[in-house]
């Protein structure tokens, strides 16, 4: 799932052989009406370009990548895009890491205040943040979510889920020398199952948890992935997480 929308980032990555935009999920399917109700859309007036994830009433977790000057709102409480009933939240302050410089050197996390508080129903809820002792094992199934494209050029309405497993971190490095610590891999390599552009930002979701942040995969190769998908490792941040979500403020 990839969001490609910056020029400069594009030519960066390039020369890492990445893309920092994760795409479309592959070979997923619809994903249940009534589940992934934390699932969010960054949109502009294009319409979607980034996933996200809520996780308090008034924070979207999603890729720091995805900041845009263009980012106009936020989208809840929705599984088809083009529903009359979304939920719609605009965007009050953008928080990126202050580490982030670009996906490759890792640190790929925003947070995203919303301008006003969500009312939390059964069409609208937080999903939990792991604990920083949370250990995911290797070959664990786990599932991404996201409207992003489902192969290389073709985009969905409706949100598509997959399940994905875990990658040992010594055989993704094999894939990506220069792996950030803080990144987990999960799907993309030795399967069919990824996410592609238009899912960066969304949450891989374990034992009911979001554990990862959508980052990048390889020059936006979607139909045939050859390497390991990589997330942020959620874990890596929480004081971070938490003080913004405790003062309001980045």
């Not at 263009?70 to 929705?78: F, I, Y």
């Not at 220069?178 to 990144?183: S, T, V």
């Not at 998908?229 to 004081?239: M, Q, R, T």
Request: proline share 4%; glycine share 10%; hydrophobic share 35%.
């Amino acid at each position: 799932m990839y969001a490609l929308h910056k020029l400069l980032l594009f030519h960066v990555l390039i020369c890492l052989g990445q893309n920092g935009n994760g795409g479309k999920i592959i070979d997923g399917t619809i994903a249940p009406e009534n589940s992934m109700r934390y699932m969010a859309s960054l949109q502009n007036n294009g319409g979607h370009f980034c996933g996200g994830f809520l996780i308090s009433k008034d924070f979207v977790l999603t890729a720091a990548h995805c900041d845009s000057p263009t980012l106009s709102r936020v989208v809840l409480g929705t599984h088809n895009l083009k529903q009359a009933d979304k939920t719609e939240r605009y965007v009050a302050k953008k928080c990126k890491h202050p580490s982030y410089q670009n996906v490759g050197t890792g640190n790929d996390i925003m947070l995203l205040k919303l301008s006003s508080e969500v009312h939390l129903s059964q069409a609208v809820k937080v999903i939990p943040l792991p604990s920083s002792d949370m250990n995911i094992q290797d070959n664990e199934m786990c599932h991404v979510a996201g409207w992003g494209l489902t192969r290389t050029e073709r985009v969905v309405d409706d949100l598509r889920v997959v399940d994905v497993s875990i990658i040992n971190r010594n055989v993704c490095k094999k894939e990506w020398p220069h792996l950030p610590d803080n990144a987990i891999c999960a799907g993309g390599y030795g399967t069919n199952k990824g996410f592609c552009q238009g899912d960066s930002g969304g949450p891989l979701v374990c034992r009911g948890v979001a554990v990862g942040v959508v980052s990048f995969n390889r020059r936006a190769n979607c139909n045939y992935p050859d390497a390991p998908n990589v997330y942020v490792d959620i874990s890596k941040f929480l004081p971070w997480i938490n003080k913004v979500l405790k003062e309001k403020n980045c």
